[in-house]
């Protein structure tokens, strides 16, 4: 998935691993499912994209100054083919992509080198008054980059579960579906439904640390059009996690309010309001006694996407959320995400963003398992095109994490937090081809 970032490809995924190939089905076979049989005589369309770059970090594991920080070259390629086909109401398409890193100046090179595969799948059918769509995917991936957030400004809530915990050797597998459905009844009126599957898992548990969970939402949304540049958006919602390391089951209902404007014809603003119950349920691993919390969590959202120029464009996203977590607990994240892109001649092109984030525990009985998070990002690059499908690119990013414990209701000691700092640089060539039918 291209991120608006320099040298990252576009929409993208890879081969399964064969351990979990049933698995990794699943999401294709769903969306095959959409497939109509007018689409044998679409036309088919095919999409290559490959990266090589050397990253050099100084702290890859991300460990505060009181651990063993590791510090390392190492040389990442990445490839990808999406293959689909298109007809003027439907579309199906899968990419698959892998990912390779290599290190050999570090006596960690061993525990940092890994091959990941990713699949996605996407699809959709349109009719005169409805929609149907399905995304999906497979990942399984090193926890160097699947436990990390980077600057994501296509999809802020994708990568949301991630724990910040590299210092160990794992991998995780995910995967996901999203079927939706989209009922258009006047020019004013829509009204929808969807479902999301999360599933998560890791090679080895480390309890509220990495920890294998799985979660299901349903929701149903009607969206009114209340002048010509504002839209109104109303969604009921319900789901479940469940994470059994910890014996975790967690309900949730709720709804929340969207108001979405055309500021102008180069800039969209958004407005959200919610509200979400939350009852959870789980066992303290220390313990072992049940314990039990009920509570209402405010949502709300900000944000403006737009274009300055037609040369720069830029994102702005406040926003608060609750979101499954692999530390197997359900978690508050306050989120601030920022991103400018520019051109600054028909060659170059430049990105900046920002990306801070808290997560907190829900539960007042979880804060003694669940640590809270810290977490910033900021990141640069620019890209110089030698042709229309070959560029070169570089990009820096820092990277500030901690963990800290909060003060107990005795006002008990505070364990020390844990704060680590990270600076990444690299080069790279990146090839984009031509969509190909």
Not at 118 to 142: I, K, M, N, P
């Amino acid at each position: 998935m291209r991120i608006n970032q320099i040298g990252r490809l576009e929409k993208a995924s890879s081969y399964p691993s064969f351990r979990r190939t049933r698995g990794a089905m699943l999401p294709a076979a769903a969306a095959a499912l959409m497939l109509p049989l007018s689409a044998f005589a679409a036309d088919g369309y095919f999409l290559p994209q490959a990266s090589a770059e050397s990253i050099y970090n100084d702290n890859w594991r991300l460990q505060p100054d009181n651990r063993e920080q590791v510090d390392a070259l190492g040389a990442f390629f990445d490839i990808s083919a999406t293959l689909g086909l298109r007809s003027p109401r439907s579309d199906i398409s899968v990419t698959p992509r892998l990912r390779s890193s290599f290190f050999t100046d570090s006596e960690d090179d061993d525990r940092l080198s890994s091959d990941d595969q990713f699949l996605d799948v996407a699809a959709y059918r349109e009719t005169e008054q409805a929609r149907w769509a399905f995304t999906g995917g497979y990942s399984d991936e090193s926890v160097l980059s699947s436990e990390l957030s980077d600057i994501n400004v296509d999809d802020p809530t994708d990568d949301v579960g991630d724990t910040g915990r590299l210092d160990v050797r794992n991998e995780r597998q995910r995967i996901t579906a999203r079927p939706s459905w989209t009922y258009i009844y006047s020019e004013q009126t829509q009204f929808g439904l969807g479902y999301r599957f999360v599933d998560v898992s890791f090679d080895d548990q480390l309890v509220t640390r990495q920890v294998d969970y799985t979660d299901h939402q349903v929701d149903a949304n009607l969206t009114r059009q209340l002048t010509e540049r504002t839209l109104l958006t109303t969604q009921l919602f319900a789901s479940r996690f469940e994470a059994d390391q910890v014996n975790n089951e967690t309900d949730s209902v709720g709804v929340n309010f969207e108001l979405s404007r055309r500021m102008t014809e180069r800039v969209r603003g958004s407005l959200n309001l919610g509200a979400q119950r939350v009852d959870a349920e789980f066992v303290d691993p220390v313990t072992g006694a049940t314990m039990s919390e009920s509570n209402t969590n405010l949502l709300f959202g900000a944000g403006l996407r737009g274009e300055v120029t037609e040369i720069t464009s830029w994102i702005a996203e406040l926003s608060r959320r609750v979101n499954p977590n692999g530390t197997g607990f359900v978690v508050q994240t306050d989120q601030l995400l920022l991103s400018i892109d520019h051109a600054f001649s028909q060659r170059l092109r430049g990105n900046i963003g920002a990306r801070a984030f808290r997560n907190e525990a829900i539960d007042d009985n979880a804060t003694n398992q669940f640590i809270e998070r810290d977490y910033a990002r900021l990141e640069g690059g620019l890209e110089w095109s030698l042709t229309e499908t070959w560029s070169l690119f570089g990009r820096y990013s820092y990277t500030r994490q901690e963990f800290e414990r909060p003060l107990d209701d005795m006002g008990g000691m505070v364990p020390p937090g844990e704060e680590a700092t990270a600076n990444a640089i690299s080069i790279g060539i990146a090839y984009r081809g031509r969509l190909r039918r």
